[in-house]
């Protein structure tokens, strides 16, 4: 899978055939200045992990897999709960704490746009736990 960063160039692409053939964990594939598109394949009983962005709002799309969504306004109160399936959009307030988690029996495949970027360019984490990490290196 081609796993180059595009930003912040112009880019046009077929969103769902480069969401659905991913298979890292995430790759960003488009970072410019003020916006950031990243790619995630979720395995089967996995989770995006529960986190918070102060300062970026976030959009998401599932394209295959089911998913719960959990978000809240602190980790330990994650009182909206929704579940989510292909061509459903998912929106996170920036300052929201966040989780969504893969129900289903295949990998849960899902773009995320983020404003302003949350990664450096051309992030590429192959697993959870390579993301994990990443993130406390961070």
């Known amino acids: 899978m081609d796993t180059k960063?595009?930003?912040p160039a112009p880019y046009v692409v077929d969103i769902e055939k480069i969401t659905t053939d991913n298979t890292n964990f995430r790759t960003a594939k488009w970072s410019g200045k003020y916006l950031q598109?990243?790619?995630?394949?979720?395995?089967?009983g996995g989770e995006v992990g529960l986190e918070v962005h102060p300062?970026?709002?976030?959009?998401?799309?599932?394209?295959?897999?089911?998913a719960d969504v959990v978000m809240g306004p602190t980790e330990d109160n994650l009182t909206f709960q929704e579940k989510a399936q292909p061509d459903y959009a998912i929106f996170v307030p920036?300052?929201?704490w966040h989780n969504i988690i893969n129900t289903g029996d295949e990998p849960l495949k899902?773009?995320?746009?983020?404003?302003?970027p949350h990664h450096p360019h051309s992030t590429v984490h192959e697993t959870f736990e390579a993301a994990m990490q990443a993130e406390e290196d961070h």
Do not use: H, N, W
């Not at 598109?37 to 089967?44: D, F, H």
């Not at 300062?55 to 089911?66: K, S």
């Open 37 to 44: 598109m990243t790619l995630m394949s979720i395995k089967v």
């Open 55 to 66: 300062d970026t709002d976030q959009f998401l799309r599932v394209e295959a897999g089911q």
């Open 110 to 116: 899902l773009y995320s746009i983020y404003a302003p």
């Open 94 to 96: 920036a300052g929201t």
């Open 5 to 7: 960063d595009y930003g």
